[in-house]
């Protein structure tokens, strides 16, 4: 299996490396594995943790068992969407679990395949991460009614001309289905402009999120996480979305309050926040780093660390 023409770079791997430094041992959860950079930088910085990987994409997963290979039982690989199994890992290993990763993006190798659907210049419309998922963008684009096109684009992609979009989608569907990536993304360069990015990049990333359940996962792994202990859990996200999810989590976890607000005084011992917010700003990408991996441009990086 050869990626050696587009390596796998993870963003903002120092970052990363720093927040995690002082886990002396015990368990590391990398919720996406994907291609194992983060994975492979961390038990090479921590030598006496192991990592479980998560992730649902069998390519990913296949890649970045052989390229952790090296570590031998430090690292194992389970498949599946990162929300649900991460629970699952939770119950089982708890205590053990010091730090928890999630990369929530598409990775370069996924967006350059032209048989995955992601890109703009894609011979189908898919965007599956699991191939095994009955939901692909050829159903949402070629089936699902102008209402629900206009509910993913506008909350999914807030994209501000969201019904003009839907509607042009559904009348071009009649004369003929949307066939492939290219398709689309020429179809909705013809129709918008913007002179910022690609016309089509906000309603690529809708379906895409509307495909693989983005948000609802995120949203699962946020509420498993809420019971962790003395645990460094940090989250990358690359879209406005889920860095709010992220950071609404962020300070409800570190409210020491948690009375209703219209309360005349405290009454609930005012002694609940789960730890503190490590990062008060996101960090993001130094401008050398944006420049050898683009992808790095919208990158957000939060982090809290669990009290024991």
């Known amino acids: 299996m050869s990626h050696s023409s587009s390596p796998h770079i993870p963003v903002l791997p120092q970052q990363v490396l720093n927040l995690f ?20 930088e961390l038990l090479k910085q921590n030598p006496n943790i192991n990592i479980i990987g998560i992730d649902k994409d069998e390519q990913a997963r296949e890649f970045s068992k052989e390229r952790l290979e090296v570590f031998k ?5 389970v498949a599946g969407s990162f929300g649900q199994k991460f629970g699952q ?18 990775s370069s ?17 898919d965007m599956r991460m699991d191939k ?10 070629n089936t699902y009614s102008t209402y629900e096109l206009e509910r993913i684009f506008k909350e999914y992609g807030e994209i501000k001309e969201y019904k003009k979009m839907a509607s042009l989608i559904v009348s071009r569907r009649l004369k003929e289905p949307f066939i492939s990536g290219e398709d689309l ?21 809708a379906i895409r999120i509307e495909v693989n359940n983005e948000l609802g996962e995120l949203g699962e792994l946020l509420e498993h996480a809420s019971t962790l202990k003395s645990t460094i859990f940090a989250i990358i996200s690359f879209h406005s979305l889920e860095d709010r999810m992220v950071k609404n989590a962020f300070k409800e976890w570190s409210k020491s309050c948690i009375c209703d607000p219209n309360t005349y005084k405290c009454e609930c011992g005012n002694n609940h926040s789960k730890g503190s917010i490590i990062t008060k700003k996101p960090l993001v990408a130094s401008n050398d780093e944006n420049k050898q991996n683009p992808r790095a441009r919208s990158a957000k990086l939060r982090a809290f660390a669990f009290k024991g």
């Open 21 to 40: 430094k002082d886990i002396a041992e015990g368990i590391i959860v990398d919720c996406t594995v994907g291609f194992g950079g983060h994975s492979y």
């Open 73 to 77: 039982d430090r690292f194992t690989c």
């Open 89 to 106: 890992i939770l119950q089982d290993k708890g205590e053990k679990i010091k730090g928890v990763l999630a990369d929530i993006g598409v």
């Open 109 to 125: 190798v996924q967006l350059d395949d032209r048989t995955r659907g992601f890109g703009f210049h894609s011979n189908n419309l």
């Open 132 to 141: 095994n998922n009955s939901l692909d963008a050829s159903t949402i684009i």
């Open 185 to 205: 993304s020429t179809f909705l360069q013809k129709h918008f402009k913007n002179h910022r990015i690609h016309p089509a990049t906000l309603a690529f990333q």
